[in-house]
């Protein structure tokens, strides 16, 4: 069985920053991309952004220059730092990792999501 789980959310005012995390575990063979999407009220789930195993990264046109995603492989975690954050930034915020198991071909997992509100 695998888990993701998130933290990092909160409310925060415009211009502000948050660092969302999200941790890996169980019997995880390996972890391919992982990355953050997020989903406002009454939108589509989209995607953040992304990050390889080997470290390459893509960002939604919206938040580049704000946002920086990472990893730690020692740590199966992955964090999203967002900076100067705008009141259209909040959203429910997911993680997501392909992950293959020591039973199982890789396959996406997904956090519980973590909200995230900006006030202006």
């Known amino acids: 069985q695998v888990q993701l789980v998130e933290s990092g959310g909160g409310l925060v005012q415009a211009g502000r920053s948050l660092r969302l995390s999200c941790a890996a575990s169980?019997?995880?063979?390996?972890?391919?991309?992982m990355g953050w999407y997020r989903q406002a009220p009454g939108k589509q789930r989209e995607l953040v952004a992304g990050?390889?195993?080997?470290?390459?990264?893509n960002y939604a046109d919206s938040v580049k220059g704000r946002f920086t995603i990472s990893r730690d492989n020692a740590k199966n975690a992955v964090y999203l730092q967002m900076n100067s954050l705008k009141p259209e930034d909040t959203a429910v915020y997911y993680c997501?990792?392909?992950?293959?198991?020591?039973?199982?071909?890789?396959?996406?997992?997904w956090g519980q999501g973590t909200q995230v509100t900006v006030s202006s």
């Open positions: 169980g019997s995880i063979f390996s972890i391919n991309a």
């Open positions: 990050i390889t195993s080997g470290g390459s990264t």
């Open positions: 997501n990792a392909l992950i293959r198991t020591w039973r199982s071909d890789p396959r996406d997992y």
